[in-house]
């Protein structure tokens, strides 16, 4: 193997480790220097691959440093993309939908219109990504996770707008991964942004939305319990129907916030002294 081949494949059992510790609770962020100017395959290539696989089948990229290329307007036919490395990649309008990009990196990706309903992206990271087309922030350039397998992903972003119906959120993490903004880092912004998106019937059982803009986000019929919302923005979000048993509202804003129908109200932590919380609906 040349020395440019070793060092590709240390990066990327590098990302995996980074992956496997972030997982236990050991780490939050890993530093792997310096991105790889050239990837390990062309746009054409990976292109003429999908065109290529047969019906059924399913194109194997996994592993791959597949840095800042452009794969926009791509139907990867639920391709095999587990522990690839995708920093700064373009996925404008591509459709990602049934793929398995388990332990990827998508930190800084452009994911504007991008479709990964029912993909499995357990364990990815997703820091500082490019969702809307120009600073109007339209909603529906938002991406779609629908029915995705979202556990232990960790979030740094803006994705107001996006579609989380049906997911599984287990254990995934929207908090900030810095007590302060500022440090220099990849990811500095203090909240992660997540207005008007919509978790109906998603699975968040022990997700850590820490210090998010939640507002007018719908959770109705969601499954949150055990849930971090503290200090969290949600303002006019939808808890119709949701389970909310032991989820913590500590210091969160529930300003018009619907609880009506939402089960396990009882044992949610924090809600009776939550900021605005004779001003929610239950």
């Given at each position: 193997m040349t020395l440019r081949g070793r060092i590709k494949r240390c990066r990327i059992w590098l990302i995996a480790a980074g992956f496997a510790a972030a997982g236990a609770g050991q780490a939050r962020a890993v530093d792997l220097g310096p991105v790889a100017p050239d990837a390990d395959f062309t746009a054409f290539q990976i292109t003429t691959t999908l065109f290529n696989t047969p019906?059924?089948?399913?194109?194997?990229?996994a592993g791959h440093d597949l840095t800042y290329l452009d794969l926009s307007n791509l139907d990867f036919k639920g391709a095999l993309l587990a522990r690839s490395d995708f920093y700064g990649t373009d996925f404008t309008a591509a459709n990602l939908s049934g793929a398995d990009l388990t332990g990827t990196r998508l930190d800084r990706?452009?994911?504007?219109r991008a479709n990964l309903s029912g993909a499995n992206l357990t364990g990815a990271t997703i820091y500082r990504p490019t969702i809307y087309a120009d600073e109007k922030?339209?909603?529906?350039?938002?991406?779609?996770?629908?029915?995705?397998?979202?556990?232990?992903?960790s979030v740094q972003a803006d994705l107001s707008g996006a579609d989380f119906r049906g997911a599984d959120l287990t254990d995934a993490n929207f908090s900030p991964l810095e007590a302060r903004p500022g440090k220099g880092t990849l990811t500095t912004q203090p909240s992660n942004i997540l207005r008007s998106c919509d978790f109906s019937g998603a699975r968040m059982?022990?997700?850590?939305?820490?210090?998010?803009?939640?507002?007018?986000?719908?959770?109705?019929?969601a499954d949150v319990r055990g849930?971090?919302?503290?200090?969290?923005?949600?303002t006019k979000a939808d808890f119709t129907?949701?389970?909310?048993?032991?989820?913590?509202?500590?210091?969160?804003?529930?300003?018009?916030?619907?609880?009506?129908?939402?089960r396990g109200l009882e044992t949610a932590i924090g809600l009776d002294h939550a900021v605005n919380a004779d001003k929610a609906r239950r």
């Open positions: 019906p059924g089948e399913r194109a194997n990229f990706s452009v994911l504007i922030s339209t909603l529906s350039d938002a991406p779609k996770f629908s029915g995705a397998n979202l556990t232990r992903i059982t022990n997700a850590d939305m820490t210090r998010a803009f939640l507002t007018f986000s719908r959770f109705t019929g849930a971090k919302f503290n200090n969290a923005d949600l129907g949701a389970d909310v048993s032991g989820a913590d509202f500590t210091g969160a804003d529930v300003y018009d916030t619907n609880f009506v129908g939402a």
